[in-house]
């Protein structure tokens, strides 16, 4: 079965570094996003992506943060200056089209800020 | 921002036996709601969904209610067994919305 493919699994920085997370969606899929899961809270929605812009953000999803898909299989998110409280779980998903409401998530990235 | 709780965040259920999760929100916007299984390590994966047209989604042994004048939906596993021990999220989006809101979660544990 296709999956979304997160790396590095868990990631260690110190703050104030630049960090970027990786994502391979599933190959036939056009809209992408990002969510994070800070330990103890819901998971929540930072930024979809589709058409190679972003087309809906949070207001977690500030100047610090920013997604590109550099070429036709990876889509990143780029966190510019970590805080503390930027430490999280960071799921990327992936879906075919927007009525196909069952994203695909990946196995998400730990990010700890130290 | 509470648009989608789940106010049981542990639910332990005999094996065999119906678990019910229960979920509330406050949006009346939502017009589609999902819900999501999440084992420790990987990422929620989708289970099963409800458009607000309807008011029960059946896909084996997984049963969605929605009830849109309570704004309450249900999630019922019958008969419940041992691998469905999972946290289970209630999400819930509206059309031209792209972002799916969560719920807290329950976590679910079947006793063998």
């Known amino acids: 079965e296709p999956e979304v493919t997160q790396t590095p699994s868990h990631q260690v920085t110190q703050m104030g570094q630049e960090v970027i997370l990786r994502c391979v969606p599933i190959s036939n899929h056009l809209y992408f996003y990002w969510y994070r899961q800070i330990l103890g809270q819901k998971v929540e929605f930072l930024v979809s992506?589709?058409?190679?812009?972003?087309?809906?953000k949070s207001e977690i999803f500030d100047d610090q943060f920013s997604v590109e898909r550099p070429d036709g299989s990876n889509f990143t998110l780029k966190i510019r200056s970590t805080k503390l409280e930027d430490s999280a779980m960071y799921f990327c998903?992936?879906?075919?089209?927007?009525?196909?409401?069952?994203?695909?998530f990946g196995s998400g990235t730990r990010l700890t800020v130290v | 921002d509470q648009q989608v709780k789940q106010n049981s965040p542990s639910l332990s259920v005999q094996e065999g036996r119906i678990s019910i999760l229960n979920c509330d929100y406050t949006n009346s916007m939502f017009d589609y709601f999902l819900w999501y299984k999440k084992y420790p390590a990987e990422g929620p994966t989708f289970l099963i969904s409800?458009?607000?047209?309807?008011d029960k989604n059946e896909d084996g042994r997984f049963t969605v209610f929605l009830n849109k004048s309570a704004k309450h939906l249900s999630l019922h596993i019958v008969p419940s067994q041992p691998g469905d021990s999972a946290v289970y999220f209630c999400?819930?989006?509206?059309?031209?919305?792209?972002?799916?809101?969560f719920g807290t979660g329950t976590r679910l544990t079947i006793i063998p």
């Open positions: 998903a992936s879906s075919r089209d927007k009525t196909n409401y069952g994203y695909t």
């Open positions: 992506f589709y058409n190679n812009e972003i087309s809906e």
């Open positions: 409800i458009s607000s047209i309807k």
């Open positions: 999400a819930a989006m509206y059309f031209g919305n792209e972002k799916l809101t």
